[in-house]
């Protein structure tokens, strides 16, 4: 327990958490791993957790019928994966495909959605963090969006 | 003032090799066809290439600078004048003029950590920088390369990128806009590398080169990470018909690229860097 | 090149039936006379044989985007402002071939094209335009690089000035300080005085060959009248100007005005025709153009003069960079009155107004000056509180 608490706390994801709250949402957390090939989370699927990766690396990829996989992003040490458990339907939206031999900490999405709606103070604290990074992402994905480097005469006029 | 010589007047070179980088690149190597060459080039800079009857273009030099007799140039076969030097073949000629414009600053780096970020094509003018620096390795302190393409098929240099990633003394990123399932590395855009990649903020040299949108979300991530931003420089491109400030088309504000740039510190046009059209 | 002596020293007058002897002595030292004469009813810059080809007897009322010539009551031989060509069409000409190459597939031979040299008189250069020949001199001869064939074509170059007493409608030297009275950088500068019966030159020397031009002819020094008459002639000149501007702090301005709403005010009347550059005595720009025989086996270079109005000049892969007519009349407007004085060390405007009168739809830069002064809250000045530098 005080090791899992120790690598939230070590999580840049949970930078600078308040003791008090760690407290709370260490009783959500669990240490996982996964080999290469295992999937974290596929699309479709319950989103009923989250991960905060620890090593290794996992895509995040959407399949495209006649075309397999198409990757959109990839994870590494140091990023949380997955916000689909905070709002119903509670599904994933891609899947979460391992690479390499991946640790990392998994945080139940029922635990810790009960405990942000007692105590909304650290549910707007979880909600930050959260939304820090998908201000990240989708500042990432407009970039991607704008094809930077895409073949410039393909692209005038 | 230059000797009495006509700077638009090329220099003959010949082709040495042409190699096939990717599916729209290539890079040439070039010796001279004469006895003399041209004066020796600085990481940065550009030559003037002059295709026989079909035009001339600015292309930044890709090569090794302590090899200055053999010029390397890769560029992207995109109009008319580079793609006709794709279908170049050994012994051709062709003229050159150069080199010319400001260049990174490596030797005034030194002490500092590096890091070089580059977009696409940009990776060919920022190679000579790299080469500077590996080959007075010790007097630097982290060197890293972040690099970002738009698919794994656009990666430029790829043997040699595996030979540097193999080094204890640098490190290697590369990322890609798309990949598909076969794609084993990183999935993202290269500012994003940028929160993660070890550098001392406080203590770096960054060098950017690729498309301007790429250059100016790089430069936030790292103002992001507490550099200064005259730390950060930046490589420009605008047209260019005789890239000796005579012609007037390469302005930015104030400045001529082909004199004042291509690479500036960033803070020296800051200003100029967010407004459109200019 | 022309050294300031004379200047400040005696003046001389000449008759005007001197004034022919005044260009034989010139023609008769080498050089070949360029100068004003009338051509499509339009002033224009040309070889002339003496004083029968100027545009004697005629003026010109210029306005934006108008110009027409009147006849005049006298027969003044300068009683006229500037025309829409300019003189570097004879020192930078609009066309220049600047090698041929041979090839044989895969060998190249290049051949420079050897500069030409050429010995012109330019008879009647006004204030204005000896500042923009100063202007063209520091671009071409003073930079790291220099243009071997402006070089040759202006080695050795006549200036016979000629002091504005009849500036036209879209003058504006004065404000910026390169008229209507020159300063340097001639040999003769002439000032004509026609008035009842007299028609008389002022002349000063400003270098040495000019002053031995003016031991050739029949001349006096001139009375303390005569000079007086001139000195009142160019002084009453500064303020019958059509236009002003206040160019304190112009470079700022501009700078600060980037994104100034007015461009697009601009922008909707700009036709994008490139006149304003073409009729410039400043733009420089060029671009060069690459072509080969039919059989391939000769290629050449040549360059031309280009205009920052078109869409072609500031294509880069894929577009333009200016795409708009906002952008493009931004630079050129940000080039002449702010960037330039970075590049330069000068303003590259130097109020000749030609951009004003030939422009097809009278876009005025002097009235965009006043435009973003005034939306900074300036109160627009009168002539007479804005004085040259």
Redesign the interface.
């Known amino acids: 327990m005080e090791d899992l608490k120790k690598y939230i706390a070590e999580h840049p994801f949970f930078e600078n958490m308040i003791p008090e709250y760690l407290d709370t949402i260490v009783g959500c957390a669990s240490n996982v791993r996964f080999n290469a090939g295992d999937f974290l989370f596929r699309e479709g699927q319950t989103a009923n957790q989250f991960f905060l990766i620890r090593h290794g690396?996992v895509?995040l990829?959407i399949y495209v019928p006649s075309?397999?996989?198409?990757?959109?992003?990839?994870a590494?040490a140091?990023d949380v994966l997955g916000w689909s458990w905070l709002f119903p339907p509670y599904r994933w939206h891609f899947d979460a495909?391992v690479?390499e031999l991946t640790r990392a900490i998994a945080m139940d999405a029922t635990c810790l959605r009960e405990k942000k709606e007692a105590d909304p103070a650290l549910g707007y604290n979880l909600m930050q963090r959260f939304a820090r990074v998908m201000e990240?992402r989708l500042?990432?994905t407009r970039?991607?969006l704008?094809?930077?480097?895409?073949?410039?005469?393909a692209?005038?006029? | 003032m230059l000797p009495q010589v006509d700077p638009m007047l090329p220099t003959l070179y010949q082709i040495e090799k042409v190699t096939k980088e990717t599916e729209d690149t290539f890079t040439l190597a070039l010796n001279p066809a004469q006895t003399d060459g041209l004066p020796p080039f600085q990481p940065g800079q550009f030559n003037m290439l002059y295709i026989y009857g079909v035009g001339e273009v600015p292309i930044s030099i890709s090569g090794d600078p302590a090899i200055p007799r053999t010029l390397v140039h890769t560029t992207r076969a995109v109009g008319t004048v580079t793609r006709a030097m794709k279908q170049l073949k050994k012994d051709q000629q062709i003229g050159i003029r150069g080199p010319y414009g400001s260049h990174w600053p490596v030797t005034e780096a030194i002490g500092d950590d590096i890091v070089l970020v580059a977009g696409g094509i940009g990776l060919a003018p920022l190679r000579p920088a790299l080469y500077q620096v590996l080959a007075m390795r010790e007097r630097f302190g982290k060197v890293v390369l972040l690099y970002g393409t738009r698919t794994p098929e656009d990666i430029l240099f790829k043997k040699e990128l595996e030979n540097w990633r193999k080094r204890f003394d640098l490190e290697v990123y590369v990322t890609v806009d798309r990949a598909t399932g076969n794609w084993y590395g990183n999935v993202g855009v290269v500012p994003s590398l940028i929160p993660k990649a070890p550098f001392d903020p406080h203590q770096t040299t960054a060098m950017i080169c690729g498309p301007e949108v790429m250059m100016r979300f790089t430069v936030h991530a790292l103002q992001n990470r507490g550099m200064a931003t005259q730390n950060i420089y930046v490589s420009m491109e605008r047209n260019m018909k005789c890239a000796i400030g005579l012609c007037g088309h390469c302005q930015l504000g104030p400045t001529f690229i082909c004199k004042d740039g291509p690479v500036y510190r960033f803070d020296v046009i800051e200003r100029l860097f967010d407004k459109r059209e200019l | 090149m022309c050294s300031e002596k004379g200047k400040g020293e005696a003046m001389f007058t000449i008759d005007v039936s001197a004034f022919d002897d005044l260009l034989s002595a010139i023609k008769a030292k080498g050089y070949a006379l360029l100068g004003p004469t009338i051509r499509d009813r339009v002033v224009v810059y040309d070889q002339i044989s003496g004083s029968k080809d100027l545009p004697i007897g005629w003026s010109d009322r210029q306005e934006g985007g108008t110009y027409r010539l009147n006849k005049r009551k006298d027969q003044a031989f300068f009683g006229y402002s500037v025309g829409p060509q300019t003189w570097k069409k004879f020192l930078y000409p609009d066309h220049l071939k600047l090698w041929e190459a041979h090839s044989d597939g895969s060998r190249i031979e290049i051949e420079p094209a050897t500069p030409e040299s050429r010995r012109y008189a330019l008879i009647g250069i006004r204030p204005c335009e000896l500042a923009a020949l100063a202007i063209h001199d520091r671009i071409f001869l003073e930079g790291p690089y220099l243009d071997p064939h402006y070089q040759a074509l202006r080695a050795d170059t006549f200036l016979l000035a000629v002091n504005c007493t009849e500036p036209g409608g879209t003058c504006f030297c004065h404000s910026m300080g390169s008229g209507p009275a020159v300063k340097q950088g001639f040999d003769l500068a002439l000032t004509e005085i026609v008035e009842n019966d007299d028609h008389y030159f002022l002349v000063n020397p400003g270098s040495d060959r000019g002053a031995e031009i003016l031991q050739e002819v029949v001349y006096h020094e001139a009375t303390a009248e005569e000079t007086a008459r001139a000195e009142k002639a160019l002084s009453d000149a500064e303020y019958r100007m059509g236009r002003y501007m206040d160019i304190d702090n112009i470079r700022e301005l501009l700078y600060r005005n980037l994104e100034h709403p007015y461009w697009e005010e601009i922008a909707k009347r700009c036709l994008n025709c490139a006149n304003c550059t073409l009729v410039c005595p400043t733009c420089f720009c060029s671009t060069v153009e690459d072509s080969t025989d039919l059989s391939g086996a000769s290629a050449s270079r040549t360059r031309m003069w280009d205009s920052c109005f078109t869409s072609q000049f500031s294509y880069i892969h894929g577009g333009s960079v200016r795409q708009s007519a906002m952008a493009r009349y931004r630079q050129w407007i940000t080039h002449k009155l702010a960037s330039w004085q970075d590049q330069f060390g000068t303003s590259g405007c130097v109020g000749c107004g030609r951009c004003i009168t030939w422009c097809p739809v009278g876009i005025d830069i002097t009235e965009a000056v006043w435009a973003l002064r005034e939306s900074e809250g300036e109160t627009r000045r009168e002539k007479t509180q804005l004085t040259g530098v």
């Open positions: 690396k895509t990829e075309r397999g996989p198409f990757i959109i992003e990839t590494e140091g495909r690479q990240q500042q990432a970039l991607q704008a094809d930077v480097y895409g073949n410039p005469v692209h005038s006029r």
